[in-house]
Each structure stands twice: as C-alpha cells, then as structure tokens.
C-alpha cells in the first residue's frame, strides 16, 4: 500500500515562519508491523506549537525528529492492523501519529477513543483540541490549582492566561469564569479581543502595544498588565513563555500560583533563550510554579472527555476550530500558528472520504 508522507527536508531557519520550505511530500511504502504494534490510518491530526522545537532537534517528550523522518503530529485514526493484543481493527486510537496516511505505532503509547464516538462522528476531529490534547489539558490544569488560590465569596480572585484566545486559552478563559476567577487574557493584537470578550473574559491586555523592533518591552507590559489587574494576579496560566511570563511575575500576588502550560515564544529559538529577570520577585513572594503534561495524565484525559462533552452539550463552553484539507496543508497551518493568525485549533483532515467529512 503506498503511502503518502511529509518529511522534514532540513531544519528550519531564523526565516521560519515566513520561510517554509523545508518540508518535501514524498509516497512511501506503509511500514511492517512489529509485536506491539498496530498499523494506523490516520484520520486527523492537529497543528501544535511544540511541533517548532521538535523541528529543531530538540528532543522534548517524543524523541527528537531527525532529517528525512516523517513529521509527528498528535492525531487520531484508525486501526486497519494489528499485532498487539486487545488492540483490534476498527479501534479509533488517538497519540502522537505522523503527518502520513498511515503509521505504524507501539500501543503502550496510544490512547483509545471512548467507544461511543463511531467513525463519522463530527466528534472525531475534536479529539485533537476540545476533547483532547487542548481542552482537557486546560480543564485537567485548572483542576489542580490550591484550593487556597480559588475565589471565595469572601476573596475574589483574579487569573490571567496568556494565548488567550487560542485553542488551550480560550478553555481556561471559560473554566476560569466558571469557577469565579475575574478572567484576564492577553493576546497579541486588538482582533482577539472580541472573542475573548464572547466568552466573558473581564479584562483583555494586548502585548503588541508594548513591542518595539518586534521586541516586547517586559517592563511596559508589566505596567499595561497592572493597570488592567490592580488587584494584582493570584493565578497565572502560562502558553506563551518568556517575556510575558517575565511581565507577568511583579503583577503577581504573595503566594501566587503559576500553571507552566507551554512556552509558544521560546520555539523559534529554542537554543537562544534569555531568561526572566523578574525571577527574584517570584522568590520573594512565595510564588508556586507548577508544570503540566498532558501526556502523563492518561487517566485524567479520559475522565476529563466526559465532562467536557457534556459541557460543550450545555452549551458553557465555547470551542474553535479550522479544518483544512489534505497533507499540504499542514504546512499553512504550522505557519499559521506562529504569526498568530489562527483562530482556536488547526486541524488537518488527511483521510479524505465523505463519511469522515467533519460538520462543525
Ligand atoms: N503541557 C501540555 O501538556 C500542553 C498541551 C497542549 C498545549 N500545550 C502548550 O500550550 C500552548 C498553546 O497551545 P495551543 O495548541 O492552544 O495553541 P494556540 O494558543 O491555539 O496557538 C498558539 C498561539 O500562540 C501565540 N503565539 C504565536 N507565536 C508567538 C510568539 N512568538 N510569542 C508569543 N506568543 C505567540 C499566538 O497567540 P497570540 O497571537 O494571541 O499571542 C497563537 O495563536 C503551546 O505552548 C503548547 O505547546 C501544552
């Protein structure tokens, strides 16, 4: 069977992401299959910042992806093979796949997908952003902030995400007001602020206001994010890393508690990082720094599936997604994604039968 693949050429540059063409598409033969493994048709998969460090070589929670490999994506398919036990043709499986129309993957990594999404349900897509690697990240994250740092009749409390309107922000933007929390969202420019302002976020600080030669002023956004918080910051939700996180920290309050969910900023340049200045401040006022991996919580994803159908169902939390059509695709989309242009979750439909037509 052949099968169509998109491999990384050569790594990209600086120029990333106007420059993209280090990608090659190529056909290939579908890979054997070894004791432990099933043969995958890959449905979708999902667009994701952390794909821009694995570009790089780095090697993060997957291996590092090398010059002339396929590229891995999160994504969710089919099982048409298998040599692993109780995994059987017909399971929807869903883990970090590859931007092919096939793969083949060991099963102890691989999560399954509740048996009450059959294929051609328009829930299957959304297995790769609100009931899955985004929004349950986003609802498992908030879930284990301090009950000492969660607002109480008595003590309001107020909770800034960065990427606010983004794919995992504009969940925690939601969860956040359904807990209580006054919600305020930073995002990069004016055009986000009206969805954010859809989902009730109370306050919306836009960074690029504060960028000179395309460098954000940490200092002038802290001051931009006091005026909007001036009672300070009790819980942070960290997508974007840097120097908004370093803006962020003095606007903190004592005994603060930050949710370290990604680092979107520090991608492109995953080898030249800076630093936080302001550190000595989180030092002096007993902030707690807390990181989250999805991945490590497979329990807690599938328990998190249900809830989150049923809030989306109830119509309390709003989601938003782009499908685009084909392999090809994918590179748009990444591309996308880093100039901050896409609005909620890119996807990538790559197995192209009507059945499987996703109707959001
Ligand atoms: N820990 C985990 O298990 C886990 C799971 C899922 C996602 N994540 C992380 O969560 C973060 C959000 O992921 P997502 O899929 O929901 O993406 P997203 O927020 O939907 O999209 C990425 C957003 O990042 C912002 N951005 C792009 N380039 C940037 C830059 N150079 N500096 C600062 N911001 C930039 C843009 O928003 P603005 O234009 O508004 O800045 C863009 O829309 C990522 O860092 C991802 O790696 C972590």
New binding site residues.
Partial sequence: MNNKVLLLQRRPDESFPQNMNFFEIQQQPTPQLDKGEILIRVLFI?V???MRVWLSGAKTYIDSVQIGQVMPAFGVGQCIESNAKSWNPGQLVFGVLECAQYCVRKVNKLFKVPSFVEIGDPIIPLTLSIYG??GL?ALNAMKQIPESNRPTQESPKTLCV????????SVVCQIAKRMGYRVVG????EE?VEFLKELGVDECVT?NKCKQNEEINVNQLTQLLKSHASEGIDVYYD????E?LDAVIPVINKRGYVLL?????T??SWKQRCGLKNLAKAIENSIKFE?????NEKQKMYDGFAEMVEMVNEGSIKHQEEILLGIEQFIIGLQN??????K??TIIQIYDNQLLQAKL
């Fill in positions: 999902g994701d910042p952390v690697v985004t990240t960065s990427s606010a309107a983004g794919s995992t922000g930073i995002v990069s420019s986000k960074y997508n974007a890393g840097e908004i969910c990604g680092a979107t900023s991608y492109n990181g989250i991996m999805f991945l994604v880093f100039l901050g242009k896409n909620g979750k």
